[in-house]
């Protein structure tokens, strides 16, 4: 009967320590904006605005996606996610039609 | 010439212009189907978003199939309201019992309810015949004997985190060597709820039972693990269920029975990201939940204690930064009536014990005072006050009694020689009116040589009567009794015209504002002089009575017969009642 009763401080258990997380953390955001930037910069060097878009769009797209695929509630962090599945996808598909574009010539020109 | 070259270049510029749409094509697919892909991927993840394998099936409460020709009207379709149904006319053999997976209800027998009823969005439809079923293809539901009552519940809030527990019992078993209990614990956001900008990014939930608690079999949610969002589920533990709001991302989960000695110690811990690296978005935003179902050995009665926590960050689209963080402790539940409780939280032990705690050395003049402080409020959430009394001390054998609501804080003044014993480990007793005898444990002594500890009374769990606290420390003890509710009246005789000497003849409980009537009767020999009211008023009528609407010592005179006026023989050392 006395557990109530004795809310004590000899039965109260340690009281446990919180973590102390860091003051300032980057958002997922920041690496899309920083790879889009670049992206940017490369596609300017060599001419490939239209890739540039593709990648830029499908970022974009991923990231609305991810934010309305949980209704009713928007989902930011699954939008963030989404973002840079869409980027990293689209870039490397990018990157890879590239690639097979320039063997393609690189095989002409040897003929 | 250069008309030419003109030409061949503009021709070479038309001819690029194609190129470039025929590669746009598969890109812009490429653009569609990339997202999509990866959307539909992530519908299939979600537990809200399950998509039913069966289709409507009719349901009646009685099993049988309706077919319009039944002696007996239609029973009562299942409805999503309300939340709990109660259905008839079937053996537990006939059910059809919980099945995995995203299936639907056949049979719902007697006494047996729809656990986590949420879950169930089934609507009344019209089949092709006319007659009435219900359409159960919208979720799927789990059906299980609900057979669990909530017994207790808890609340502390913070100026930004509010914490709540739960605490349920299942009452349906029938396991002759276990009870089944579940807790569910709820933080909730009160800063920054509607705040778009400021959530809490991590979050903490503790939970600490007694250590024969055990988690079996292990049954808590969330789950550790990573969950894309937060979102609502259900928590079925035996025969308790119920639903609940789970957090989103990182979910951590331990447990120990090691960590802190004597307690089965069991922590969720929620991140909105993954480490150092990123981190995605808030946890919850309004609230959320956890929930572990434990067992016990049958007949005890356990007890939770809850903690909470929550860092909020300011989202600044690239960049997350700490606003504040708040910890709220304790909630405490425990389970009711456990005035039964077979046995005793602490065993018992002997009022003095053979064996006291306290260093090898030995005092000259060791003393050990116990005394009590009473803050008593009148109301249950301990706001008003009503006093603060303070009694005990010395070789006083009794405080002042304390109120329905009340924080008693017992002391234990230890000294040597006049000189505080500082650091000394005195070992904690408090005897409750039946005579039970609880072991508080050891407590340190601090500069001033006295070591406390304060308990809290509630009229809805505390006995009310006499208590004693027994404060020991190296062979030496002292007590200091108080009552609880009711006000104590201490009634003493003394055969001596100077007042240093005064013998407890008895104590007695009365109800507060209780009117009371004292007859002295003197000795052989001796005559009645005059009542001595709390060590000031005089009193000269005999009976008296006296309204009791605080503590009160009443002491008699008696002279003797051929000497009125003048001390009689002594009966012993001094000693106040109290102060």
Known sequence: MLDKILTVLTQEPPVPTPRDPP????????????AIVIAGIIAWRYKAILEFIVILC??????????????PYANIGLGMMVAIAGLMVSAAIVALMRLIRKTRQTTTISR | MGKAVLREKKERKKRGVRMERKKLLPMFLLMLILPVTLWTANLKTTSEQITPAVKPVM???????????LPRPPPTPIIDEPPQLLLANETLEAMVSQMEGNKTIGKIPRNFQIANSSVITGRQVESS?????????????????LSHEIIDSDTKSGSKLKLSVTFYKDTGEIDPNWDYYAVK?????????????????????WLYFPDWAEEVPTNHQPEAGFRLSAGSGSFGYQGIGFSMNFPAYSIGY??????YPGWLFIHWSYDGGWGPVTYWYYVFKDYTEAAVGIRVPQGQKPYCYAAGWAAWYKFWIFLFSKDSSEMVYWCYVDPAGVQEHPQPLVPPVPSTPVTTPGPSQTYTNLCVDAFVLHWTFTDATYNQLKYIAIGGMGQ?????????????????????????????SVHFYLVDPNGCVYDLGNWY???VGIAEVTITFDPTNSPAGMWWFIPVYSGVQDECGFSYVYCLLITGYTYMACWNTVYIEDVYLVPENEVISLTATPPEGYVFRYWWINFYYECYTNPIYILMDFDCVVLSRFDPEDNPGQSGGSLGGSRHLLQ
């Not at chain 1, 499908?58 to 209704?71: D, E, H």
């Not at chain 2, 614990?185 to 979050?203: M, Q, R, S």
């Open chain 2, 254 to 259: 331990e447990w120990s029975k090691t960590k």
């Open chain 2, 59 to 69: 349901v009646f409460a009685t099993g049988e199939e309706f077919s319009g020709e």
């Open chain 2, 129 to 145: 015949s006319g007659q009435t079923t219900i359409d159960m293809s919208t979720q799927g539901a789990i059906v299980e004997p």
């Open chain 2, 185 to 205: 614990a709820t933080i909730e956001d009160i800063y920054a709820k509607n705040d778009f900008w400021n959530g809490p990014l991590f979050a903490d939930i």
């Open chain 1, 58 to 71: 499908s970022t974009i797209g991923g990231f609305i996606i991810g934010l309305v695929s949980t209704p």
């Open chain 1, 23 to 34: 003051a300032i953390i980057p958002s997922p955001l920041i690496y899309v904006a920083i």
């Open chain 2, 445 to 447: 002594t601090d500069d």
């Open chain 2, 396 to 424: 006083d054998s009794y405080g002042w009694h304390a109120g329905n609501y009340s924080y008693t804080t017992l002391f234990a003044a230890v000294s040597n020689n006049v000189a505080p014993v500082v650091n000394a």
